[in-house]
């Protein structure tokens, strides 16, 4: 079955990003070792307030509807309500993720006290064991105290945010049931081989068997579970799971990072998906509207080595950031095609020949004991 009309209609690009995503800081309380942005230190050349906010005037004119904020850690930056205020009080709604270290009682009370805003508490293990390998000694504590500060205040229903790993696709029941205490929805993602995750990609990634039980699994749940089109490579192995199911890079959806780079997607911070800088002439609208990258994104694009594979209009070919990052032609199979057709091709690429993160923020390295085993 090929793509939806609505599908193909998105492909060719709108007029404004459905979902944009802005990194506010590099700068990081924590150093997860999969981090897709290599945040540790703060970048000198973030955008100013100022800044800031004449970009949140663009969007208000784009009519962008809401922003996704990250990180880094946004809630490091001082000026970070400042933005937040700012960006409702235009009429554009703000869901940002957060490791949850900064939200304490009074802060939990600010937020609730605001409108049009959600949260995202990232936790990747349904118990500190398995989590704070990933992310940090303490991290989970920290994600849990948040969690509850926000309850306490009456928020409402928060996010939970995790990635998913061969460590935790058994701890899917018990995320989603975490979740349901607090009257929260859970939110699960891809791991990218992108930013910290270039380096730990091969040991964290699900095996082609998990890869299935995932799909199971959100067969089972996916109307009550969001993915953010996360898993539509998964589709090969049957009925389609909710979603658009497609790849929106540079097409319904976009990354601005601390310094204002535009990027295709959250997963490509990389020189040869950078598409101009909000500070350029003509802003960010001319970036979205007129770079050359996201006109030549939003083209028809080839199938490929997919296109003898009878699955390629479900799978539309998986995701481009994880075939970039592992080396792979943006033509290709997915890495994590379920159908085994990347096996071969990812064993015979050279280390030397796969793209490195063009930024790394990272703060001096710490081996975790799930890589370093490896």
């Not at 784009?62 to 960006?87: A, C, H, K, T």
């Not at 490791?99 to 805003?117: P, Q, S, V």
């Amino acid at each position: 079955m090929s793509a939806s009309p609505l599908v193909e209609q998105l492909k060719s690009g709108l007029d404004a990003p459905i979902c944009l995503t802005w990194e506010l800081t590099y700068a990081c309380n924590l150093e997860c070792i999969h981090c897709l942005s290599s945040s540790g230190r703060r970048d000198p050349r973030e955008l100013s307030t100022e800044q800031a906010k004449a970009v949140l005037d663009e969007l208000a004119a784009l009519q962008v509807f809401y922003i996704n904020i990250g990180g880094g850690e946004p809630m490091v930056r001082r000026d970070f309500f400042d933005i937040i205020e700012y960006s409702v009080s235009k009429g554009i709604g703000v869901k940002f993720s957060t490791n949850g270290a900064y939200i304490d009682t009074e802060k939990a009370k600010r937020l609730t006290d605001m409108d049009y805003l959600d949260i995202q508490i990232s936790l990747d293990g349904a118990d500190a064991a398995t989590n704070d390998v990933v992310r940090g000694a303490g991290s989970y504590d920290t994600a849990r105290r948040a969690m509850d500060n926000l309850a306490s205040a009456g928020f409402g229903p928060f996010k939970i945010s995790v990635v998913v790993t061969r460590q935790n696709v058994s701890q899917l029941d018990a995320f989603k049931a975490l979740a349901d205490s607090y009257g929260a929805q859970l939110r699960i993602t891809r791991l990218r081989p992108a930013g910290r995750g270039a380096d730990t990609w091969h040991q964290l990634h699900p095996t082609n068997a998990q890869q299935r039980d995932i799909y199971n699994w959100l067969s089972a749940h996916g109307e009550n579970v969001l993915t953010g089109d996360s898993f539509f490579h998964l589709n090969a192995l049957g009925p389609a799971l909710p979603g658009l199911n497609m790849c929106g890079a540079g097409r319904v959806v976009c990354l601005i990072d601390p310094i204002g780079d535009v990027y295709a997607c959250p997963f490509v911070i990389h020189d040869e998906f950078k598409a101009g800088n909000v500070l350029d002439a003509g802003g960010f609208t001319r970036v979205w509207r007129e770079s050359d990258l996201f006109i030549d994104l939003r083209e028809p694009q080839s199938a490929g080595a997919c296109a003898s594979c009878g699955a390629y209009d479900e799978c539309q070919g998986g995701c481009m950031a994880a075939k970039f990052f592992t080396g792979l032609p943006l033509d290709g199979p997915d890495p994590e095609c379920v159908g085994g057709d990347a096996d071969a091709l990812l064993a015979s690429v050279p280390v030397s020949l796969v793209p490195r993160p063009s930024q790394d923020h990272s703060k001096p390295a710490r081996v975790p004991s799930i890589v370093a085993g490896h």
